[in-house]
């Protein structure tokens, strides 16, 4: 079973930036569309970010043009830059398979983002 661990995450004011990194255990990690996820208090898990095999991305109209994804599959990871960053985009943030490329692996713990002044 493949292991997820994010990190990266902080407090951060209103126009920040963090860069958060999710670890994947497992050899096969380079094969598959990874996406960016997030969940706010009282809301259901949002995507945010995806990312194909070859480094191409998408992104959730609430973020374009302010997130960047890039993965180094050599190292199995995953990036999200985040700049720009507004009080909306507190979230605990994850990552796994991206929608549609299979089945998802078990959940990491997360990575805490706290936009605020």
């Known amino acids: 079973q493949v292991q997820l661990v994010e990190s990266g995450g902080g407090l951060v004011q209103p126009g920040g930036s963090l860069r958060l990194s999710c670890a994947a255990s497992?050899?096969?990690?380079?094969?598959?569309?990874m996406g960016w996820y997030r969940q706010a208090p009282g809301n259901q898990r949002e995507l945010v970010a995806t990312?194909?095999?070859?480094?191409?991305?998408n992104f959730a109209d609430s973020v374009k043009g302010r997130f960047t994804v890039s993965r180094d599959n050599a190292k199995n990871t995953v990036y999200l830059q985040m700049n720009s960053l507004k009080p909306e985009d507190t979230a605990v943030y994850y990552c796994?398979?991206?929608?549609?490329?299979?089945?998802?692996?078990?959940w990491g713990q997360g990575t805490q983002v706290t936009v605020s002044s």
């Open positions: 796994n398979i991206a929608p549609g490329y299979g089945q998802k692996w078990t």
């Open positions: 497992g050899s096969i990690f380079s094969i598959y569309a």
């Open positions: 990312i194909i095999s070859t480094g191409s991305g």
